[in-house]
């Protein structure tokens, strides 16, 4: 078991999001309910009662008829780094129902460890958690389409995003058979990145240079440590959350809408 | 209070003939009947006793295959674990009755010729939020069978499945020591005894909170 | 010796302290710890064997190609399939959610008998044999009585072996009624056989284009192969193709677009015809092929230079004169143009002047059958079995006129006009329509005018549902005979939404029927078997698989394996060999028709005056809009701006809301001409003064509690439009009032 990780370099899973080919069309978002057994209840329309871990927003400019532009934004859990690991979600659990992973840089939660005190939901600045109000239930014969790699949550847990963990176990134990220690950047991606079809999400290990990801949002030293690529962003850097998804944008006001600027102050000043 | 109790007391010694009885007694009876009911009569109430559909001869069959544990319990090109076969696999022999065994003339009879999948029980389940994958113990890491699961295929004789009446898991994962204790992994397996190994190897300590084990590790 | 109270606490105590020095306690807080994280209510999956089952999705004419993850028997998730040219890998909300179809509660699970009234659900179960002769007798009966022409048949798709095999029992049955449902796909291949003489379907080679015009299609909601045109508006961003969107409203594709263009809604055809006088005046033209290869340009462009200066077009449109000229000759301008049409995801199919109008924008440039432009398709036509001989009863039947008009002298250009049914059969101005046979689609629901399509139906004293699903359609039957769902059948799928090349897939089934279901090609094999004579003569083979695989020949081998059969050597006609009318050339105009590119006003019914406001429905990928419910996870990911609680949101422009006293998030009242609906205001600002958008895909009342009641469907609020020209139903909207609730 030693050489299991003994010399692997920590990875650093996180997610580029394209909002210039992000069409809204929210298949990122079933996909993941389809992967990650989400449930669904009769009535939906209250987004702040449902569950679902992947999110899709509508922003507009805020302009009049015919100024008005609107974008989408994909929401997964951003896995804050914080600092050394400490995100606000981990920080605050108190049952140690969330944990953040050095080795692959994923934000973990534990659902039967979780006692639902939600302070992990008020600490989260992304609205990436949610809360099971009610047991879940799969009417008819949809139980049959449960995945097994997650387990089903019950009431009165909290849920999130795992960047699909359980598919990154899959691909290391596929590897192991092939006595591998290492794979490959398209043996682990998310549900979502996988079903997205405008191919505007991308997944992989930051601190691998062969991932797409580090190409598109690898640090600059010349940028105050922040891509290079002028159009990258992260939602409310400067709160210092340190989160691992990026998005890019070529749109000036989406970038602003990414974070809390004064008026007048240029956007990528930020980043910690 | 305490002078209403002393009244109280009064009242009753009046009432009565002869001399209390030793407190010590008292407590010394239900001292006994409580470790008697708790080492004792606990575990028989807690677990239910369940027999195994078929009773299935190990030894035999590791004598009969060719590969040992892995003639039946192989891996898949995917790297996951087949685990205990289905009937598929078991009638890739026992299409027909191939040996003497009243046993197997019922696996036959009742699991083949039906083609009814076998609803073995399962000591080592675990529940479901538990992640476990063979292939990182096994191939990555050298362990051999028996390291966990003891010298099951030396046995000849399906043993009992107990059933914890409360949680519905088998007792193996408590283990058979009513005390939780155990000397070997295959005795006992809870998340301490995933975590004692993982931290004696130093496999996958990266927890922010633990500073041990991540949670995902072990759990889904 | 005497046991007191005391006795009873040491008794106590001595328990306790002996319990403390046992298991129980410990064991018992760590059990119920477990029990209490693990429910025994709460569904724990059952493990087994991963693997991937492979087949291509139905739920819209897109195509996609899925890989299904199994577990052991069960199917787990729809993936996109790597590799395929529809989607590569790429996959929708809907076609994510195809296995809540599967698995769901709206499946009719064997044949029905109705036995309350219509409508109202009541279903007696009964046996294929007693469902299938009970078919056979009422048509039968009515085919003894010389009145088999007073059956009709609704099938989804036009082109395939199942729509095939209904026409084929329709024929040697003796009825000409067999309608389709219709799209712009209709209105296009019509504008082919018009300009170009061709039977075609229109593919766009939107990858190698290098300018996007688009009038109004929801490129990215719907239109043609759904997931294609996500993966081709990636690419445009990639490589810089220029997206101009022109409609009333931000749509999503109009918010990805490099230019957004409201226009006066239903204005579109007056646009392209500004344009199209902008290039030819400017002599931005292709010459080679306008002068080589086209026929009746001189007068065309002649009216075309009367009739639509951009100071008249601007006046119509909207739009400002200078952005006209700015277009045309950017478009002009560009390597590979490409002009694109059908408002919405297409489901509607508009105007064929229109169609006409946008297709010869294209073909000034001369981008027809050209990289990055328009190319006529073959149809895939390999469902063509050997004629049998059609009796007496049959001839005479299938001599009659058609109850929707189409093919008629006054739509000669029509095979199928759905849209024209519940009147022909409400006026029964020929003959009653005595039978109705509804196979892959939902007409009930999604045909506009739906409450009238409604009461037609409610008229026909015998119909019968093919449907897999309870749906409004299946509501109305007296039997249904359910289809298998898609992913428990075989079915071919040859691809009609705007590839280039012509391609067929075939739909395999994943996992085993889950209930007494049965596949309508076997269900309509025997029938006709049940009916005998020359009827079942025409079915000779064992089953619809038999059938499948003797029809797709040397094709079968190919879908087989590998799900696809696409032709690799097709190649567009050259401008020589392209075009098949009367001179051999493209023709702007057609002298025998009165037909031409043009701009046709519609006028929409009701009167400004009671109806202040134009009403538009628009498509959402998040919304299912054709014969598919949306199962629960679509309706999950629809945005609480399109639906709220039970409301359909309506999208006002906030001035106009204000003119009206009409607070976001608040209920009004929607009404037409047609209907009355309660829905929610939303106040945006993408969506032009005047106009109010509603969300296409909602208020279905059938189905289970997870899909029905919530919002209204827009098909009970519109009626259709009769195109003189095509039949077609032209209409984009209706005039509309909004009041508060």
Not at chain 2, 185 to 196: A, H, L, N, T
Not at chain 3, 238 to 251: A, D, F, I, Y
Request: net charge negative; with cysteine.
């Amino acid at each position: 078991m030693k050489e299991a990780q003994g010399h692997n370099k920590n990875k650093k899973f996180g997610m580029v999001i394209d909002l210039d080919k992000c069409t809204g069309c929210g298949a990122c978002m079933v996909a993941c309910m389809a992967e990650n057994n989400v449930p669904f209840r009769e009535d939906e329309s209250d987004k702040q009662l449902g569950t679902a871990w992947m999110r899709v927003y509508k922003m507009t400019n805020g302009k009049p008829f015919p100024e008005t532009e609107v974008c989408y934004i994909p929401r997964p859990c951003m896995h804050c780094e914080g600092h050394g690991g400490h995100s606000p979600c981990v920080s605050v659990c108190p049952a140690t129902a969330t944990d953040y992973d050095n080795h692959t840089g994923i934000v973990s939660q534990i659902y039967t460890r979780c006692f639902g005190c939600r302070y992990c939901m008020a600490a989260c600045p992304y609205h990436a958690r949610v809360f099971n109000w009610w047991d879940p239930v799969w009417p008819a014969d949809m139980e049959k389409m449960l995945n097994p790699d997650v387990s089903v949550r019950m009431r009165g847990v909290v849920e999130k995003c795992s960047f699909c963990y359980h598919r990154y176990q899959r691909a290391m134990e596929k590897a192991y058979y092939e006595e591998r220690q290492e794979i490959e950047e398209d043996e682990y991606q998310t549900s979502c990145t996988q079903a997205c079809p405008a191919g505007a999400i991308a997944f992989g290990d930051l601190n691998n240079p062969d991932h797409a990801v580090h190409q598109l949002v690898k640090p600059d030293n010349r940028h105050g440590g922040r891509p290079k690529n002028p159009h990258a962003f992260r939602l409310l850097e400067r709160l210092g959350t340190n989160p691992k998804v990026y998005y890019l944008s070529s749109r000036e006001w989406v970038i602003r809408a990414g974070d809390n600027y004064v008026k007048n102050e240029k956007t990528g000043a930020g980043g910690h | 209070m305490s002078t209403q109790d002393d009244q109280t007391h009064a009242v009753s010694e009046q009432e009565t003939e002869g001399p209390a009885a030793p407190i010590i007694l008292f407590f010394i009876i239900g001292f006994a009947a409580s470790l008697v009911l708790g080492w004792g009569i606990f575990p028989k109430l807690l677990y239910s006793q369940k027999h195994q559909p078929i009773n299935f001869n190990h030894a035999l069959h590791v004598e009969e295959v060719d590969d040992g544990c892995e003639s039946c319990h192989y891996f898949r090109e995917d790297g996951s674990f087949s685990g205990i076969p289905n009937l598929e696999s078991c009638m890739e022999c026992h299409e027909d009755v191939i040996g003497v065994s009243e046993e197997e003339e019922k696996f036959v009879a009742e699991f083949v010729v039906p083609e009814r999948e076998v609803s073995w029980l399962v000591y080592s389940r675990q529940p479901d939020c538990v992640y476990f994958s063979h292939a990182p113990h096994v191939i990555a890491g050298k362990m051999a069978c028996v390291e966990c699961h003891g010298h099951i295929g030396e046995s000849d004789h399906a043993r009992v499945y107990e059933e914890n009446r409360f949680t519905g898991y088998s007792r193996d994962i408590w283990g058979k020591n009513i005390a939780g204790l155990a000397k070997h992994p295959w005795e006992r397996m809870k998340m301490d005894d995933c975590s004692k190994c993982h931290v004696r190897e130093n496999v996958n300590q990266g927890s922010v909170q633990t500073q041990k084990g991540g949670c995902f590790v072990c759990h889904k | 010796m005497k046991i007191d109270r005391r006795s009873f606490l040491a008794l106590a105590v001595g328990g306790a302290a002996g319990t403390a020095l046992t298991p129980l306690p410990w064991k018992l807080t760590d059990d119920s710890s477990i029990w209490s994280q693990n429910w025994p209510w709460t569904p724990v999956p059952e493990k087994g064997e991963n693997s991937y089952a492979f087949t291509s999705c139905t739920l819209c004419p897109g195509g996609c190609g899925l890989m299904v993850r199994m577990v052991g028997e069960r199917a787990v998730k729809i993936e996109g399939l790597e590799g395929h040219p529809v989607n590569d890998g790429g996959v929708c909300v809907l076609g994510l959610s195809g296995l809540q179809l599967l698995y769901g509660s709206t499946r009719v699970k064997t044949p029905l008998k109705r036995v309350g009234k219509r409508g109202q659900g009541h279903w007696k179960k009964i046996s294929w044999e007693a469902a299938l002769a009970e078919v056979a007798e009422k048509l039968g009966q009515l085919r003894d009585d010389n009145q088999s022409h007073t059956v009709a048949c609704i099938t989804g798709s036009k082109h395939g072996t199942i729509p095939a095999l209904f026409k084929r029992f329709m024929t040697v049955y003796g009825s000409p009624n067999v309608m389709t449902t219709p799209s712009v796909g209709d209105t296009l291949e019509m504008a082919l056989q018009v300009m170009h003489g061709v039977e075609a379907q229109a593919g766009y080679d939107v990858e190698n284009a290098d300018y996007i015009l688009s009038f109004g299609s929801g490129l990215i909601e719907g239109w043609g192969a759904p997931v294609r045109m996500f993966r081709a508006n990636s690419a445009w961003r990639e490589n810089g193709t220029k997206v101009v969107q022109v409609e009333p409203r931000l749509s999503n594709t109009a918010a990805k677009s490099d230019q957004w263009i409201p226009i006066n809604p239903g204005t579109e055809a007056a646009l392209a015809m500004g344009i199209a006088h902008v290039m030819m005046k400017e002599s931005l033209v292709n010459n080679d092929f306008v002068e080589s290869y086209t026929e009746g340009y001189t007068g065309w462009k002649k009216m075309v230079l009367d009739e639509y200066a951009p100071e008249k077009v601007a006046s119509i449109t909207g739009i400002d004169k200078m952005v006209i000229v700015k277009v045309a000759r950017e478009f002009a301008g560009a390597g590979k143009p490409l002009a694109l049409c059908g408002r919405g995801n297409g489901e509607t199919p508009g105007s064929l002047a229109e169609a006409m109008a946008v297709h010869t924008v294209n073909a000034l440039v001369g981008n027809i059958n050209q990289e990055g432009g328009v190319v006529a398709v073959p149809i895939p036509e390999y469902a063509a079995w050997p004629e049998t001989g059609l009796d007496n009863t049959a001839q005479i039947g299938m001599a009659k006129d058609r109850v929707d008009g189409a093919g008629s002298d006054a739509f000669p250009l029509a095979a199928s006009l759905l849209n024209r049914f519940a009147a022909g059969a409400m006026s029964a101005k020929d003959y009653p329509v005595n039978a109705l046979l509804v196979s892959g689609t939902n007409p009930v629901y999604s045909t506009p005018g739906a409450n009238d399509f409604k009461k037609a139906v409610e008229k026909i004293p015998f119909v019968v549902s093919f449907s897999s699903y309870m749906d409004e359609t299946a509501m109305q039957a007296d039997l249904i005979l359910p289809n298998h769902v898609y992913l428990e059948r075989y079915e071919d799928i040859p691809v009609m939404a705007g590839l280039q090349k012509p391609m067929v897939e075939l739909t395999q089934p994943v996992v085993f029927p889950m209930h007494d279901t049965k596949n309508a090609g076997d269900a309509i094999i025997e029938l006709s078997n049940a009916m005998g004579g020359s009827i079942g003569d025409a079915f000779p083979w064992e089953s619809y698989e038999a059938c499948l695989e003797e029809t797709l020949g040397d094709k079968w081998d190919v879908l087989s394996e590998d799900g696809l059969w696409e032709d690799e050597a097709f190649q567009p006609a050259g401008w020589g060999e392209a075009f098949a009318t009367a001179s051999g050339k493209f023709e702007f105009m057609n002298p025998d028709m009165d037909l031409m590119p043009s701009y046709v006003p519609l006028n929409l019914e009701g009167n400004a005056s009671t109806f202040p406001l134009l009403l538009m429905p628009f498509d959402s990928m998040r919304l299912a809009s054709g014969f598919i419910s949306d199962p629960p996870f679509v309706i999950k990911a629809v945005e609480d701006t399109i639906l709220k609680g039970k409301d359909a949101c309506v999208e006002v422009n906030p001035a106009t809301a204000k003119s009206l006293g009409l607070a976001d998030g608040k209920p009004a009242t929607l009404s037409t001409p047609k209907g009355e609906a309660r829905v929610r205001i939303y106040h945006y600002h993408g969506i032009m003064p005047g106009v109010v958008a509603i969300p296409r895909g909602l208020g279905h009342s059938a189905d289970d509690k997870y899909m029905a009641g919530k919002g209204v469907n827009f098909n009970e609020l519109i009626g259709p439009v009769e195109d003189r020209a095509s039949g077609l139903d032209m209409a984009w909207g209706v005039r509309a009032k909004l009041a508060k609730a």
